[in-house]
């Protein structure tokens, strides 16, 4: 069975200062890994994804992900925050492996203070 | 700029009615999912379809929800009857493949009183 953890409900940040969301991970097989951003009243948006290849990826916004097999991790990060950062973060995946559907973790408020 | 269409925006409804939404994913993709979100249990995937045919609607209270795809540009998704614990925002989501990104719609909110 697959699985996703994000054992942060809020991360609280200061505008300017480097800013990590985590996110953990449960597979059989191999992930695929993604990363969704929800602003207030609208959809989920993508951000980035791992597959394969380079474990250091980058998305939108100058964010990026690390994929961390040995630690199944897959952490957002961005070196600077900004306050329109704040935002409900979502971590995905799917079991390559298998034909699953694929999971969403719970989210993580992330709160940029000016 | 192609997006994912939902309609209506805003549903309020009374108990025992039914509830239609409707989701116009982006052209030439192929997958569909249908996601409900709420405080208290986050998202959750309710039903998908590949080339129109369903999937897995394995999410889905079976008795009063049904989802299907009339035609490739079109999805829906059906309550009858509505119940007050329905109340949810209501996401379609539509994808190139099956494992790759998806791309959102705005959502309909459903107000069951």
């Known amino acids: 069975a697959q699985s996703v953890a994000q054992p942060e409900d809020q991360v609280n940040v200061a505008e300017g200062n480097p800013l990590t969301v985590k996110c953990t991970y449960s597979?059989?097989?191999?992930?695929?890994l993604f990363w969704y951003v929800q602003y207030p009243n609208r959809g989920l948006q993508f951000l980035l994804k791992?597959?394969?290849?380079?474990?250091l990826v980058k998305g939108s916004y100058g964010f990026e992900a690390e994929f961390n097999k040995s630690q199944t991790s897959f952490h957002l990060k961005k070196p600077s925050a900004l306050v329109s950062d704040s935002a409900l973060y979502f971590c995905?995946?799917?079991?390559?492996?298998?034909?699953?559907?694929?999971?969403f973790g719970s989210g993580t408020r992330l709160s940029i203070r000016p | 700029d192609a997006r994912v269409t939902q309609t209506p925006r805003h549903k309020v409804t009374e108990m025992g009615q039914e509830v239609t939404m409707r989701c116009q994913p982006i052209?030439?993709?192929?997958?569909v999912f249908w996601y409900r979100q709420t405080m208290m249990q986050g998202l959750e995937l309710l039903a998908y379809?590949?080339?129109?045919?369903?999937?897995?609607d394995s999410g889905m209270p079976k008795d009063r929800f049904s989802a299907e795809m009339p035609d490739a540009t079109l999805a829906t998704l059906k309550i009858q009857p509505s119940e007050p614990r329905d109340s949810a925002v209501y996401f379609c989501?539509?994808?190139?493949?099956?494992?790759?990104?998806?791309?959102f719609g705005p959502g309909t909110r459903l107000t069951v009183t």
């Open positions: 597979v059989s097989g191999n992930p695929y």
């Open positions: 052209l030439g993709h192929n997958t």
């Open positions: 379809f590949r080339n129109r045919a369903p999937l897995d």
């Open positions: 995905a995946v799917r079991d390559y492996s298998s034909a699953s559907k694929i999971i």
């Open positions: 791992y597959i394969t290849g380079d474990n």
């Open positions: 989501a539509s994808g190139l493949v099956l494992w790759d990104e998806q791309y």
